[in-house]
């Protein structure tokens, strides 16, 4: 349930006993259920780390039930019908144009489950009908291959895992699916930071006193993730590494900025795309608001380059402030069409302004 709330709102929750990781609440309807009935129970505490209590302020309220209305879908499929389908790796937006495309998903059965009987995918182009499409299977991770030969299509996909009590579908809201464009993006460079690829820590314009940028697996607090974004690997940069059960706030960015550098990008190519996951959390202890990204689509920001660097910076700007920030998986792209044989004047079209050329060449 973690996972499908923080895949649909980014929100990290952290699983575990209700005593240890929220406070004791004796009397609740949630002992009544466990002592009395013998039946596993739980309880979910929404949004907000104690600013407004329990009252969401109305910009959350909508969010909130975006990111849990999913997971308890997930909680009833699980129950009713033994079995959880999950994503190992981050779902892809985008499949290249007429190569191999697989999305890996595993279906765990619950207690009392013995298996899984059937793994499916299906995918449909553009608004098409559904085709199942081939699933190799394993005990543990199996891999679903998307068609790719319709340049510029959206493929649409959802799975199926049965058991013997029943079927169970992600995503699990029924008409809906997961979509991915086909594209043609040639890599020119990839970082999940599961290895050190050169990156430099601090600069000489860092002012904060506490809070260094760091490359571990990340321990879960309640201002940070347990998990990087979910790419091939378990490592991002976070703000300080924390001890387990530490406390809030002991390796957090404090009374200034800290900055993370890249090596040199290769963003030579006009149409190179520079793609990134961070997250970053900031509880100023108030309720004021502050611009933490402005985000401008289709822009140049650089003349592309071989020598390209990226550069994060997270900062504390106010007092008693608790700011975490993460950085992952990095990637420079170029998406653009294939080009195509017809098109002789290269304009992006074939039309009669082509022949016209062929006729003039073939003069």
């Not at 340049?151 to 996909?157: F, Q």
């Amino acid at each position: 349930m973690t996972a499908t709330i923080f895949a649909n709102g980014g929100q990290p929750y952290i699983a575990g006993q209700m005593a240890t990781t929220l406070y004791i609440a004796s009397g609740s309807i949630v002992d009544w259920v466990y002592g009395d009935r013998a039946i596993t129970s739980l309880t979910i505490e929404l949004r907000d780390t104690g600013t407004t209590g329990f009252v969401l302020p109305p910009e959350q309220i909508i969010p909130t039930g975006v990111e849990n209305v999913p997971a308890a879908l997930d909680l009833i499929e699980a129950t009713a019908f033994g079995c959880v389908i999950g994503f190992p790796d981050a779902l892809p937006t985008l499949v290249p144009y007429n190569e191999i495309a697989e999305v890996r998903f595993s279906a765990t059965t619950v207690p009392g489950v013995s298996a899984v009987l059937s793994k499916r995918a299906f995918a449909r182009v553009g608004s098409g009908a559904y085709n199942e499409v081939a699933v190799v299977t394993a005990a543990d991770v199996s891999t679903a291959t998307l068609p790719t030969n319709n340049y510029g299509a959206i493929v649409e996909y959802y799975f199926e895992c049965t058991t013997a009590r029943g079927m169970v579908r992600a995503p699990a809201m029924p008409n809906t699916a997961y979509s991915a464009s086909v594209t043609s993006s040639p890599l020119l460079f990839e970082d999940s930071f599961e290895a050190s690829m050169g990156w430099t820590v601090g600069a000489t314009s860092d002012t904060a006193t506490g809070g260094v940028w760091t490359r571990v697996d990340p321990i879960a607090t309640a201002a940070q993730p347990e998990n990087d974004s979910s790419d091939a690997g378990a490592m991002c940069f976070i703000i300080g590494q924390g001890a387990v059960g530490g406390a809030l706030g002991s390796a957090d960015v404090d009374g200034g900025a800290r900055t993370l550098t890249s090596p040199l990008l290769n963003a030579s190519d006009a149409d190179a795309v520079l793609t990134y996951r961070r997250w970053c959390s900031n509880n100023m202890g108030g309720a004021s608001w502050v611009l933490l990204e402005d985000v401008t689509e289709n822009a140049n920001f650089v003349t592309p380059s071989a020598s390209v660097r990226v550069r994060c910076v997270a900062r504390d700007l106010a007092s008693g402030s608790v700011v975490e920030a993460g950085f992952d998986f990095v990637r420079v792209s170029v998406t653009g069409c294939p080009s195509n044989p017809s098109d002789i004047n290269g304009d992006g079209s074939v039309d009669a302004s082509d022949l016209a050329q062929l006729l003039g060449n073939w003069s």
